[in-house]
């Protein structure tokens, strides 16, 4: 099977397919938002440390009486409510304090970006466990042989370093780590260990992308007992012809034996679990039928979403946007930390040309490279009408 790129797969933001997780067996009614507004009103009226301005900004976006399915980043759209899926997340957390924490994430998550205000850390940090990957997918930056027979991007995040980098995550109260990268998170042979470092260091909303090859029957007891928040499989298609067509190298029928057996084990040797599933359906081919993948997944996860793809196998390649000046939300909203712990702005930037430095044991931190000239200069320099002077932003629609 022909494992060449999707050429041009992505579409301007105006043209993409908005961001949409559905949740298979909604639960959600008015009296749990009740309950949520009452605990953030109550958070007011005592000696918070979450300023007012915020607090009220939460209560407007619960007190809306709108539920959709628009979880994600929504800049273009304006969004000022909170998702379905969040409000349930929110309610999965067992006290008042954690509620509020994740709430008030999430709006920093929508708002912040949106009005280009700087946290003072990031508000996401996507971490990388390994840039190898065992599949080829079409639309991804895998199939760049420029990329993946380079030895000097290739490697396995270093305990040492990874423990490091979660002690600062958590002493500076992150609320949201997700594993992904370029490769697949679970071959690293300390994937479980990493899980389990990170949500006993209380980050509250750890996720993971997965492409579910490797999730077999015992992983998937390890991942449970591991306990991250969200779990997402990155499957694409509803059938095995264009799912094999898609990603290339992966086998069909095992991937939705291995999701179906998590399930199973799920629901019936860790019933308490806070775990929450999701298959992520990107869209970009005619062929691909979404209400099909959704009527598969369905019964075997909590949530289905699809979205459009972005610009990625032919980023550095694509015509100059010199039209587009609006500046990318990203640099107000996360980090991305390689498994050697470079750090750069952008995973659509797979090659690492806005390289912002590494940590390692003596090297800069988190917080540093963040709140350091060269994102400064990048922020600046994007308000204010420059963001084609960096490569290859100026061949990207942006976020």
């Excluded at 007190?63 to 000022?80: I, M, P």
């Excluded at 008030?104 to 970006?113: A, G, N, T």
């Excluded at 600062?168 to 780590?177: F, G, T, V």
């Excluded at 679990?273 to 209400?291: L, Y």
Aim: proline share 4%; aromatic share 10%; glycine share 4%.
């Amino acid at each position: 099977m022909s494992n060449s790129p999707d050429k041009t797969i992505g579409v301007p933001p105006a043209d993409s397919i908005r961001f949409t997780c559905k949740r298979n067996q909604p639960k959600l009614n008015q009296q749990d938002i009740e309950q949520l507004i009452s605990a953030v009103n109550q958070e007011k009226n005592r000696s918070s440390k979450y300023s007012q301005q915020i607090l009220d900004g939460v209560l407007g976006f619960l007190d809306t009486g709108q539920l959709h399915d628009f979880e994600g980043r929504d800049y273009l759209q304006a969004k000022k409510s909170f998702a379905e899926s969040e409000l349930e997340m929110a309610l999965s957390f067992p006290d008042d304090e954690t509620r509020i924490k994740y709430l008030v994430y999430r709006y920093k998550f929508i708002e912040y970006p949106k009005n280009k205000i700087v946290d003072g850390f990031p508000i996401v940090v996507s971490l990388e466990p390994v840039s190898y990957c065992n599949l080829r997918c079409t639309m991804c930056f895998q199939v760049d042989r420029k990329f993946f027979t380079d030895k000097s991007v290739m490697g396995f995040m270093d305990m040492t370093l990874y423990r490091k980098l979660v002690d600062e995550m958590a002493e500076n109260q992150l609320c949201s780590l997700l594993f992904g990268g370029r490769g697949e998170p679970m071959l690293h042979k300390n994937f479980i260990e990493m899980v389990t470092y990170a949500t006993q260091k209380g980050i509250i909303d750890t996720k993971i992308n997965t492409n579910a090859t490797k999730l077999t029957a015992e992983k998937s007891r390890e991942l449970l007992r591991a306990a991250p928040k969200t779990i997402v499989f990155s499957v694409d298609a509803g059938n095995k012809q264009e799912y094999e067509a898609i990603r290339v190298g992966a086998n069909f029928d095992q991937v939705v034996a291995n999701i179906k057996t998590f399930h199973e084990i799920r629901e019936k040797e860790f019933p308490q679990s806070r775990s929450r599933t999701r298959v992520s359906m990107t869209i970009f081919r005619e062929s691909q039928d979404a209400k099909e993948a959704e009527n598969l997944w369905s019964n075997m996860v909590d949530e289905f979403s699809i979205q459009s793809a972005d610009f990625r196998v032919d980023i550095y390649d694509h015509p100059l946007l010199l039209n587009e000046t609006r500046p990318c939300a990203l640099l107000w909203e996360r980090l991305y930390v390689w498994w050697d712990g470079n750090m750069n702005p952008c995973d659509i930037d797979y090659r690492s040309h806005l390289g912002l430095g590494q940590i390692s044991k003596e090297r800069p931190t988190i917080k540093s490279i963040w709140l350091g000239e060269k994102m400064e200069k990048m922020r600046r320099d994007h308000l204010e009408g420059r963001k084609n002077s960096f490569y290859p932003c100026n061949q990207c629609y942006g976020l």
